[in-house]
C-alpha cells in the first residue's frame, strides 16, 4: 500500500506541472491581469492610472517608514489594481511583514508576491 | 559660481546706474541748469546703458542655463551610483554553539546472520564482542559557526528598446568565522572554496518586463525549484534545527540530497497567473561515466556536494553522484494563503560505497560467498550484487589496503533514479501568527534484490508555528519535523542494529526568538534538540547551519581505500544544540 502510494504521487504531480507548463500563455495571461467587473464584490477597488500611482506610494511609504522591515531590495508596482511586490528579502521574518503591511495598505487590492527569498543556506557538506 | 556673482553685481550696479540717471529728481534737475543736456543726450545714454543691462541679463540667464545643466548631469550620475549600490545584498551572521552530538557511552556489538539464515529479514545473532565505543571529544562543545553569511550582487539591463531584461546574479556564501579554503577533512570532503564568486546562486538570464512579462529565463548555478518553492516554510535557515536536517535529507547526515545547490542549470519562472505560478529546472549532468561515478565535466564536486572520496572512500562519486536532474513546482498565493507542491527527479544516483565496510550482516552473508557463489539471491546471483572485479584488481594492487576492505554495490543493481515530491502550505494571518505544514516522500527506485539497504526512501513532516510581534521588532517560531523509517539500511552505523529495521525514525524540535534593533541588524536565540532511533543518525546543523553536529565521531584514518576507516556513523544519537547569534543584512 505505502509503495502503490508514493508510486502514484509522483507522476500524477508531474502531470499537474506538465499540464500547467502546457496551458501557460504566458504574454497572454501576463497582459491581462483580473480586471474588476462592476457587481462584483470587489468593485469598490478603483482602478486608474491614478489609483494605482497612489496605491504604490501608500505601499512605499508603509514599507520604507516601519522600523524593522528591510525593503531596501524591493520594488512596488500597481497594474490595473493589482499590486506586483518585487525583489528579494535575506529575511523570512520581512517578508512575511512586507506581506501584511503591503495587504492592509492594499485594502481589497490583490497582492501578487514576486520577491525572492534569500535564505542562509549552504548545502555544502 | 565667481562669474555669476560678478555678473549679478555689475548687473545691480548697471541697474542703479539706470535709477540714479532715469530718476526725475528736482535737485538733479535743478543743478543741471548750467549745463542743460539735451534729451536726445539723456535718452541717447539710456538706451546705451538698457542695452548693457540686456547683456549682462542674458549672460546671466546663459550661466543659470550652464549651472543647471551640470547640476542635471551630477543627479543623474548619482542615480546611477545609486542604482548599482542596491545591487549588492548579503548577510553576515556569526552565533556562538553549545552543542552535544549525544553518543557518549553508546555501545556497539556485531551482528550476523543466524547460522542457515539466507534472508536479510534475519533472524540476527551477535557474532563477537564488544566494539569500539565513540572516538574523540562527543559531548557538549563550544564552537563559533557561519551560518551561511553571503553577499551577492544582482542588476538588470534593458536590451535596447526591447520588453526583455538582461538579468544577472552572482554571490558567494563566505566564511565569518575562520579562514577559506577546500574542505577536505575527515568529516567534511568538498573542493568548493567558501568566498569565491559562484559559490552561491550565480546566473544570467532574460526577463520579460511590462506588458511582456512572459516570466524569466535563467542559466547558471543555482538553487531548484524543489529547494526554493519551500524555503519560506524554514523560520529557521541558517540555524541550528531548522528544516532542512530532515526534509529533503534522504539518508540523514549532513548533505541534503533535494535541497542542493546545483551546476549547470536552466531554470524557468512563470509569471503570476491569478496567484498561479511555477517554476520548472533541469540541471544538465554532462557527467561522462554511465555510472555517474566522476565529476560532472565543469564541476569541482560530484553531484550533490562532496568530493571525490568524501567520507574516507575511494575516489568516486559513487556516494549519491548522479548525472542529470529535473525540477519543478506548482505554487498558488492568494491573501495569506499559500500552497506548494514540488516535484524533484536524480538521474542514475550511485550509491554503490554504501557497502564498503557496512555493518549490515546480509553484506557480511553476500562478502562471504565470495565472488564465485552459485547461489541464487532474488533470481540473481549473490555474487552480481557486489563489484568483485574492480575491488579484485585493486586488492591486487593494494594487499594491505584493501584487506581491511569489502566490495561496492554492483552498479549494475545500485544506480538507479531517485525523486522527492513534497506538498504544504502556509497561513499567514493579519495578526501575526504565520502557520506552516509541508509533507514529503522521499523515493529510491532501486530492484527489489536491494531493497534491503533502501534507506533513502521515507516520508516526512514539517511543521511550523511563528509570531511576529505586532512592534515588529520581535519575532518568535517554533518547529518539529518527523523523518518516517525507511524501506531498508545499509548499516553504515558501527552500532547498527540489523533486528531494527525500520526502527530509524527520526524526531526534532526547534525553537528560536529574533530581536531586531533596526531594519538590518538582529540578535537570535535558538535551541534544537534531534532525537533519533536506534539506527537513525540525522544531526541538527544541515542544510544551512556552518558546524553541523551530526552523528560521526572523531575515528580517522590515514589512508583512502575500500575500508571506509572515516569518521564512525553512530545510530541513536542524540544531538542537542543551543546557539546565539547575530546576524546583519544589507
Known amino acids: 500500500m505505502e509503495a502503490a502510494r508514493t508510486d502514484l504521487f509522483g507522476p500524477l504531480l508531474a502531470i499537474a506541472l506538465g499540464a500547467a507548463v502546457l496551458a501557460g500563455r504566458p504574454p497572454a495571461l501576463a497582459q491581462t491581469p483580473p480586471l474588476e467587473q462592476p457587481g462584483t464584490p470587489r468593485q469598490e477597488v478603483v482602478v486608474t492610472a491614478q489609483a494605482d500611482a497612489a496605491v504604490t506610494a501608500k505601499v512605499v511609504q508603509v514599507l520604507e517608514n516601519d522600523r524593522f522591515v528591510d525593503s531596501s531590495h524591493i520594488t512596488v508596482e500597481t497594474r490595473n489594481g493589482v499590486v506586483i511586490l518585487r525583489g528579494i528579502v535575506m529575511d523570512l521574518g520581512d517578508l512575511n511583514r512586507m506581506l501584511r503591511l503591503a495587504r492592509r495598505v492594499a485594502g481589497k487590492r490583490r497582492i501578487v508576491n514576486r520577491i525572492d527569498l534569500i535564505p542562509e543556506d549552504l548545502d555544502a557538506d | 559660481m565667481f562669474g555669476t556673482r560678478m555678473l549679478r553685481a555689475l548687473a545691480a550696479v548697471a541697474a542703479a546706474v539706470l535709477v540714479v540717471f532715469s530718476y526725475p529728481g528736482g535737485s538733479l534737475a535743478q543743478t543741471a541748469q548750467t549745463a542743460q543736456p539735451s534729451d536726445a543726450d539723456t535718452q541717447a545714454r539710456m538706451r546705451i546703458i538698457q542695452q548693457r543691462i540686456d ?203 533535494f535541497g542542493t545547490r546545483m551546476d549547470h542549470v536552466i531554470r524557468y519562472e512563470s509569471p503570476d497567473f491569478s496567484g498561479l505560478s511555477f517554476d520548472v529546472a533541469y540541471a544538465l549532468g554532462q557527467n561522462p561515466d554511465p555510472n555517474s561515478n566522476l565529476t560532472s565535466l565543469g564541476s569541482v564536486d560530484c553531484s550533490g556536494g562532496n568530493n571525490p572520496g568524501s567520507g574516507n572512500l575511494f575516489l568516486n562519486c559513487d556516494d549519491g553522484g548522479f548525472n542529470n536532474a529535473f525540477s519543478g513546482d506548482l505554487k498558488f498565493e492568494i491573501g495569506g494563503l499559500y500552497l506548494v507542491g514540488a516535484y524533484e527527479v536524480h538521474t542514475d544516483v550511485n550509491r554503490s560505497s554504501d557497502g564498503v565496510g557496512a555493518n549490515n550482516p546480509y553484506y557480511a552473508y553476500l562478502y562471504g560467498l565470495g565472488p564465485n557463489s552459485t547461489v541464487k539471491c532474488g533470481g540473481v546471483l549473490c555474487s552480481s550484487l557486489l563489484d568483485w572485479s574492480d575491488f579484485q584488481a585493486y586488492e591486487g594492487e593494494n594487499p594491505g589496503e584493501a584487506l581491511a576492505g569489502s566490495p561496492e554495490y554492483n552498479t549494475a543493481y545500485d544506480v538507479v533514479n531517485e525523486w522527492a515530491m513534497k506538498f504544504g502550505g502556509q497561513y499567514r494571518f493579519d495578526f501575526g501568527l504565520t502557520l506552516d505544514y509541508l509533507y514529503e516522500d522521499l523515493h529510491r527506485s532501486l530492484p527489489a534484490v536491494m531493497e534491503f539497504q533502501n534507506e533513502r526512501q521515507r516520508t516526512g513532516d514539517w511543521v511550523a508555528i511563528e509570531y511576529d510581534f505586532p512592534s515588529g521588532a520581535d519575532r518568535i517560531a517554533a518547529g518539529w519535523a518527523h523523518a518516517g523509517a525507511s524501506v531498508g539500511d545499509p548499516g553504515g552505523q558501527h552500532n547498527y542494529m540489523p533486528a531494527g529495521v525500520g526502527d530509524n525514525q527520526a524526531n526534532m524540535t526547534t525553537l528560536s526568538y529574533w530581536h531586531k534593533f533596526d531594519k538590518q541588524f538582529t540578535v537570535y536565540a535558538d535551541v534544537a534538540d534531534m532525537s533519533n532511533d536506534g539506527n537513525a543518525h540525522y544531526d541538527i546543523g544541515a542544510g544551512g547551519h556552518g558546524i553541523k553536529t551530526d552523528c560521526h565521531d572523531a575515528t580517522h584514518a590515514l589512508f583512502i581505500d575500500y575500508s571506509s576507516a572515516g569518521p564512525t556513523t553512530w545510530g541513536g544519537c542524540h544531538p542537542i544544540g543551543f546557539s546565539m547569534g547575530v546576524n546583519f543584512k544589507f
Do not use: C
Request: aromatic share 8%; hydrophobic share 30%.
Open chain 2, 55 to 257: 547683456d549682462l541679463s542674458r549672460q546671466l540667464h546663459e550661466l543659470q542655463e550652464q549651472q543647471s545643466e551640470t547640476a542635471k548631469t551630477v543627479s543623474t550620475s548619482s542615480n546611477r551610483l545609486n542604482t548599482f549600490m542596491k545591487g549588492f545584498f548579503g548577510t553576515l551572521d556569526v552565533s556562538i554553539d553549545e552543542t552535544t552530538k549525544g553518543m557518549s557511552g553508546m555501545v556497539a556489538v556485531p551482528y550476523s546472520l543466524a547460522p542457515g539464515v539466507t534472508s536479510p529479514t534475519g533472524p540476527f545473532v551477535i557474532s563477537g564482542g564488544q566494539k569500539a565505543g565513540p572516538y574523540g571529544r562527543v559531548s557538549w562543545m563550544t564552537m563559533m559557526s557561519s551560518n551561511g553569511s553571503n553577499v551577492g550582487y544582482r542588476g538588470s539591463h534593458q536590451i535596447g528598446t526591447t520588453d526583455v531584461d538582461f538579468i544577472y546574479q552572482v554571490a558567494t556564501a563566505i566564511d565569518m568565522a575562520a579562514a577559506p579554503g577546500l574542505q577536505d577533512t575527515w568529516t567534511k570532503s568538498s573542493n568548493t572554496v567558501m568566498g569565491a564568486i559562484g559559490l552561491g546562486d550565480t546566473y544570467l538570464g532574460f526577463q520579460g518586463h511590462g506588458t511582456a512579462n512572459w516570466g524569466k529565463l535563467m542559466l547558471g548555478e543555482m538553487y531548484m525549484p524543489y529547494k526554493t518553492s519551500t524555503d519560506r516554510l524554514n523560520p529557521f535557515s541558517g540555524q541550528l534545527g531548522n528544516y532542512n536536517t530532515i526534509m529533503g535529507n534522504s539518508g540523514g547526515d549532513n548533505r541534503i540530497e
